[in-house]
């Protein structure tokens, strides 16, 4: 794949990454009976299941995740009864329904202890339905400086068939300067462990625009990941705002490779992986040719979701723990932000929402249309057409005129049936997205990070 670092300079402004639409900056107060109403619309379908651990124990200063920095353990205990009495508040609302994904984010998942984890995973088991091994996706995010190869087996036993990891870059000044030490070793012993033990995917995560990143070392950074071998590889961009995160004060700017630089690492990143075979399913995601992601690709069935690209990403989804968000076709649902609003609802007897957006059917149209562009690439006008009985040329009259203007620069292609993403475009996917959000002038572009 050629990167056009010209293109890329011109278009790199602050976007959403579209893992839902509208985005989370348009939702406003909810009360429990809005969601019981969303939940009974939401039909009988099976559903994909969130649960979000937020506790770590160590800060990684670039981290603009929610998180709670501890190392109290008995946190993680008082946060399990917690979740479980949430479960029970939600599963009669979900009954007959199967679960074909889950996953558990974070924070740090495996801050828990393996008994932890598998009282956890039982009483989600207990509650809800579960698909088969072989028919779901159950994933979950492990930091490799907190598992061994015995930690990796108990969450096989656990349930979980899919791991992802952070690595972010190997080089012992970045790890330094970032406060990530972790090891090649340990991180290799993990994905080796996952293999033995029968984990189908593993999922690797990689940062660009680290200080004291430059070529040389990401290039032997990304030697290493390559022997590793992941399916999956996430390929973030670092987007230094130390007044909105405030670990990321412990970064000095005069240490961040320039812009120039940083944009270099990305081709080399970009160029290098997709040499190597790695398909770019898009935004920030590569994977193996063979990788189901791909093969969804190819097969014009990828979806997104607040768990990014998926295979179930058109399943209801229920988010549990403290800012999980759940997603259903006419509604957006956001848990309470702070730990203590959260226990606070729980305890008075509470499904703990605190924010929501009704999705219009304008709403699920961009959506669609932005989903569509996402995942494919492309879109075809008559589908659209068909399935909300518009005129998708006259709709869109005037995004597509913006479009227009992207086509002079060869970024989309737009003719009487539909729109085609160029190769170039492909890296500029949020851009071209965001001429069909009509949320987005409402919001403050500061707030979301550059789109390369
Ligand atoms: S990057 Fe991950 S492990 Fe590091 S502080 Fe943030 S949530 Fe925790």
């Known amino acids: 794949m050629d990167v056009d670092l010209t293109l890329i300079e011109k278009y790199n402004i602050s976007g959403p990454r579209y893992t839902s639409y509208p985005t989370a900056l348009a939702f406003e107060d909810a009360a429990e009976e809005d969601y019981q109403a969303a939940v009974a619309r939401s039909g ?15 800060l990684c200063y670039y981290c603009a995740c929610n998180k709670i920095v501890t190392r109290d353990k008995g946190k993680g205990i008082r946060y399990l009864d917690y979740l479980r009495r949430e479960i029970e508040a939600h599963a009669p609302l979900y009954a007959g329904r199967e ?48 598992v061994d190869p015995d ?13 992802s990891m952070g690595i972010q870059d190997f080089d012992a000044r970045v790890q330094a300067a970032v406060n990530r030490k972790q090891s090649f070793e340990a991180t290799d012993a993990a994905v080796e462990a996952a293999r033995q033990h029968g984990f189908s995917s593993v999922s ?36 230094h705002l130390p007044d909105r995160f405030s670990p990321q004060q412990r970064i000095q700017a005069v240490d961040l490779p ?6 270099r690492i990305f081709k080399r990143c970009t160029e290098r992986l997709t040499g190597e075979g790695y398909v770019y399913i898009g935004m920030d995601h590569f994977a193996r040719p ?15 979701n607040f768990q990014g690209y998926s295979t179930f990403g058109g399943l209801d989804l229920l988010a549990l723990g403290v800012t999980g968000i759940s997603q259903f076709s006419d509604a957006y649902f956001q848990n309470a932000r702070e730990m203590a609003d959260y226990e606070g609802l729980i305890d008075s007897g509470q499904i703990p ?44 009259n005037e995004e597509l005129g913006f479009l227009r203007d992207m086509a002079s620069d060869r970024l989309v292609a737009v003719n009487d049936s539909g729109i085609v993403v160029s190769e170039s475009g492909r890296l500029l996917i949020r851009n071209i997205c965001m001429t069909f959000d009509r949320h987005l002038p409402g919001v403050s572009g500061k707030r979301f990070s550059r789109v390369i």
């Open 99 to 146: 679960v074909r994904q889950l996953h558990w984010g974070g924070g740090t998942p495996t801050f828990l202890t393996d008994e932890q984890i598998s009282a956890l995973s039982g009483w989600l088991r207990e509650h809800f339905q579960f698909a088969d091994d072989r028919d779901g996706e159950f994933s979950i995010e492990i930091d490799p400086r907190t």
């Open 353 to 396: 929402v605190r924010k929501m957006i009704h999705v219009d059917e304008d709403d699920r149209i961009r959506r669609q249309v932005i989903m569509t562009l996402i995942c494919e690439f492309s879109l075809d006008f008559g589908d659209f057409n068909d399935r909300f009985g518009i005129d998708f040329v006259s709709y869109f």
């Open 290 to 304: 063979d990788d189901e992601l791909a093969v969804a690709q190819r097969n014009g069935t990828l979806q997104r």
């Open 44 to 58: 009988e379908g099976p559903i994909s299941l969130y649960t979000h651990l937020p506790f770590c124990s160590t």
């Open 204 to 239: 690797i995560d990689l940062i660009y625009g680290l200080p004291f990143q430059s070529l040389v070392t990401m290039d032997q950074t990304l030697g290493k990941v390559l022997r590793l071998g992941p399916d999956r590889i996430s390929l973030y961009n670092y987007a």
């Open 151 to 163: 930690r990796i087996a108990a969450l096989r036993q656990s349930g979980f068939n899919r791991l």
């Open 258 to 263: 320039a812009a120039e630089e940083k944009l």
